[in-house]
């Protein structure tokens, strides 16, 4: 295996180790600065939470949207969903400094419309998730259609009156095709909450 060169750092587009979950952390903000408010955003904009909540954070990463939400909502049933052992171990250790007991799910989620595993939750919330899921470089109406899907499996693995709340980039769909496919996916009260440059959080909800 090729050690890693450091001048990886440098380059402008591709650049960076983003696999890497303590380089992750270590670059985000520094890289992408608007990603602390859009966390605080996409706190803001979810429904209160108490003990009876559960809550899923999809393609948890290193854990920061599950850490942010359990430091205002430590009651909350979390439960934290990664296709990569390595991140999901990360993103344990780090709400676990807040004391708090979470469950980990190692799963891979597909843009097919499956439900996620571990459901029906109350919330999903999903963090520079949505983009990865349907896929870098995918455009056009297979955006469309790879959104539409994604959006039906997290619908249905929501319960009754459940809030699914986005909190991403527009570097794959425009926010207002991703709004519509939300729609057609069967969600209603669709709307944003915050956008700045490209970044975004929106959210809606199934129908009770």
Same mark, same amino acid.
């Given at each position: 295996?090729?050690?890693?060169?450091?001048?990886q750092?440098?380059?402008?587009r591709?650049g960076g180790?983003?696999k890497?979950?303590?380089?992750?952390?270590?670059?985000?903000?520094?890289?992408?600065?608007?990603?602390?408010?859009?966390?605080?955003?996409?706190?803001?904009a979810?429904?209160?939470?108490?003990?009876?909540?559960?809550?899923?954070?999809?393609?948890c990463g290193?854990?920061n949207?599950?850490?942010?939400?359990?430091?205002?909502?430590?009651?909350?049933?979390?439960?934290?969903?990664?296709?990569?052992?390595?991140?999901?171990?990360? +993103?344990?250790?780090?709400? @676990?400094?807040?004391? /708090? =007991?979470?469950?980990?799910? %190692?799963?891979?989620v597909s843009?097919? #419309?499956?439900?996620?595993?571990g459901g029906?939750?109350?919330?999903?919330?999903?963090?520079?998730?949505?983009?990865?899921?349907?896929g870098?470089g995918?455009?056009?109406?297979?955006?469309?259609?790879?959104?539409?899907?994604?959006?039906?499996g997290?619908?249905?693995?929501?319960?009754?009156?459940?809030?699914?709340?986005?909190a991403?980039?527009v570097?794959?769909?425009?926010?207002?095709?991703?709004?519509? +496919?939300m729609?057609?996916? @069967?969600?209603?009260? /669709? =709307?944003?909450?915050w956008? %700045?440059?490209?970044?975004?959080?929106? #959210?809606?909800?199934?129908?009770?």
């Amino acid at each position: 295996m090729t050690p890693p060169n450091w001048r990886q750092n440098l380059l402008r587009r591709g650049g960076g180790f983003w696999k890497n979950g303590y380089w992750y952390d270590l670059h985000v903000e520094r890289r992408m600065p608007l990603v602390v408010p859009m966390l605080e955003e996409m706190l803001a904009a979810l429904p209160p939470l108490d003990a009876q909540t559960s809550v899923c954070d999809l393609a948890c990463g290193t854990g920061n949207a599950a850490y942010t939400i359990l430091s205002a909502y430590p009651m909350a049933r979390m439960t934290l969903i990664d296709e990569d052992p390595e991140l999901l171990a990360l +993103a344990r250790a780090k709400v @676990g400094d807040l004391h /708090v =007991d979470v469950q980990a799910l %190692q799963a891979t989620v597909s843009a097919d #419309g499956e439900p996620l595993p571990g459901g029906p939750y109350d919330v999903i919330v999903a963090s520079l998730a949505l983009h990865a899921i349907v896929g870098h470089g995918v455009e056009g109406a297979e955006a469309e259609t790879r959104y539409e899907l994604l959006f039906q499996g997290l619908g249905e693995s929501l319960t009754p009156g459940g809030h699914l709340i986005v909190a991403d980039h527009v570097g794959t769909l425009g926010l207002f095709r991703q709004m519509k +496919a939300m729609e057609r996916a @069967g969600f209603t009260d /669709v =709307d944003c909450a915050w956008r %700045q440059d490209d970044f975004f959080v929106c #959210g809606g909800r199934i129908p009770a």
